[in-house]
C-alpha cells in the first residue's frame, strides 16, 4: 500500500517511475485533506495497482471523548463536568462511539442530526456538534487523528428564541434585592459586558483593575478571541463604586490578588441561585438570564452609536462577524438610520398653484 498522509493532514500516494503512463516521470500524487481525500487516493492506489486497502488505525471516538474529558475536567466546574460528561456518555456515543475518530463524516453526522432533531430543538444539536468538533479539534492537536473530518461541515441553523435584554429600570429593580456578591457581579457585568462565568467575572481580581488609569483587563473566556481585553470606565458612579469595594476589600485583608466578587470571603463559580431568587423577589416574571446582562451591554453601545469593531472587541469576539451575526437585528437597524442621514440630490417639487 502506498498510500500516505503528511503531518498537515494531506493524502498523498507514491509510485516508480512509469506506473502513471501520462506523466512517466511522476511519483507521487496529491488529494488534499479529510476522508474524502483519504478515499480518492485509495481509488487512485488501487487503480494503479499499488497494493492492498489501507487500514485505519485511528482511535474510536469513545476513546477520543474521554480523552478529551479527562483532559479538560481540572479546567472545568464540577457541574459543567458533570454536564458536559452525561452529555457525551447519553446522547453523543451511542450514535457515533462505534466509529473511529476519522471516519466522524459528514454523513454519519447528518444521521446524527436528523436523528436528534426528533427530539429536541436545533439550538441544542447545535450545542452537540460544537462538542463533537472541539473533541475532533482537539484529538488533532494530540497527534491522536491526522485530520478533522469534521472540518466544513454546516451546522443546522440555530433557532434561539430571542431574549430581550434587562432593561435599566429591571436592573436597579433586582439590585435592590440583591446580596453584596451578587451586586458585585450584576454592575461588573452591566459596565463591562464581560461573561458571568467562572473564567471571566468570577476570575476578575483587583490586579485587573487600574482606578488611576480607569482600564479593567478582562481575561477572556477560551472563545477563539483575544486572550485579554481592556474596557475603559467611564461611568463616574462605577468608578466611585469600585473604589468603595477595594477599599472595604483592603480594610477586610484581603489580596489584591482574591477575587473581587466573593461570597462570604470564599471564591464561588456561579451565581445562578442568587440572580433567580434577586429577580423573583423584583416580581420580574420574564426570562431573562444573568448572562442578557451582557447582551445589554452590547445592545446599548450599538444603539448608541457605537463602533462595530470595538464593540466586538469590548466583547472579545473572535472576529467582528461573529458579532454582526448575533445582533445582526440591530445592526440592520443601525444601518437604516445611517442611510437616512445621507443628504438628498433632489430638489423638492415646486407647487404651481
Known sequence: MSVHQKKDGRWFINYPKGKNTAEPNRT???FGRGPDAEIRAI????ELGLGKEKVDNSPPFTDLANSYLAAKSPMMSNASYI????????VILPELGAHKGSQITPDKLDKY?????KKVKRTTVHRD???IRAILRWSVKRRYIASNPMDGYDFPARDDAEIRPPTVAEVQAILKHSPPHLYRAIVLSYYTGLRPGEVELMRLTWTDVDLAGGNIVITSADKGGLKTRTVPVMDKNFMALLGKWLEEDLNEN?????PIVTYKGKPIKTIKTAWRTAKKAAKITRRMRMYDLRHSFATKLLSNGADLKHVSSLLGHKSIQQTVDKYQHLSRQLTEDALKKLPTIFEPEKDDR
Open 113 to 117: 442530526v436528523s436523528y436528534r432533531l
Open 254 to 258: 484581603k489580596p489584591m490578588s482574591a
Open 43 to 46: 481509488e487512485r492506489n488501487n
Open 129 to 131: 456538534l460544537c462538542d
Open 28 to 30: 507521487r500524487e496529491y
Open 83 to 90: 454536564a458536559l460528561k452525561s452529555k457525551i456518555d447519553g
